[in-house]
């Protein structure tokens, strides 16, 4: 029998890379691509920690970089569930970048990205339910419905006037 909830941090995920020359652009910066490529790794690990399933990618939200990332260093992603939803799973993902020689450590880019989990014939199935147990982990499962509505939205999944998370924020009833 599978168990109906989890905590978030039974889905935390640590991922490291060293940025290699075939991962740089001619500036010898990391490639956007190849960073969103390690981050969807990752995220999917988390949400497939937290459905015990295969688990596809859905939906990514706004990423922004917040400050160059260059060869040589070393990249830690953090990803973690913040909310569960019927069959979708929200995944929080931190990026921080590492220079070992120097010992400087800067963030440099937050996500969310959204997985669906699926049976073995490719069928979208329930998963379990989260329970946050600190604050920041409460404050993260609080905001994922606005941001999942936010991205129905954006996505011509939901009518915005059917976003009633999302209303609440600039309309006071």
Do not use: C
């Not at 490639?31 to 596809?56: P, T």
């Not at 939906?59 to 019927?86: C, P, W």
Request: proline share 3%; aromatic share 6%; glycine share 4%.
């Amino acid at each position: 029998m599978e168990k109906t909830t989890k905590h978030p941090k039974q889905s935390f995920t640590v991922m490291n890379e060293l940025v290699l020359p075939n991962d740089t652009n001619t500036l010898n910066n990391l490639m956007g691509g190849r960073l969103l490529h390690w981050m969807d790794i990752a995220a999917a690990i988390s949400a497939q920690k937290h459905s015990n399933r295969i688990v596809v990618t859905a939906s990514v939200d706004n990423v922004s970089f917040k400050q160059a990332i260059k060869l040589g260093d070393v990249i830690t992603i953090e990803a973690l569930v913040t909310r569960a939803f019927n069959t979708s799973m929200e995944v929080r993902l931190d990026v921080w970048a590492e220079n070992i020689p120097s010992g400087t450590r800067h963030k440099s880019n937050e996500a969310f990205y959204t997985f669906v989990a699926l049976d073995e014939n490719g069928k979208t199935v329930p998963v379990p339910e989260i329970i946050p147990e600190t604050a920041l982990e409460q404050e993260l499962y609080d905001g994922a419905l606005r941001r999942r509505q936010l991205r129905l939205v954006l996505g011509g999944k939901m009518q915005a006037k059917d976003a009633n998370e999302l209303k609440a924020i600039f309309y006071k009833e």
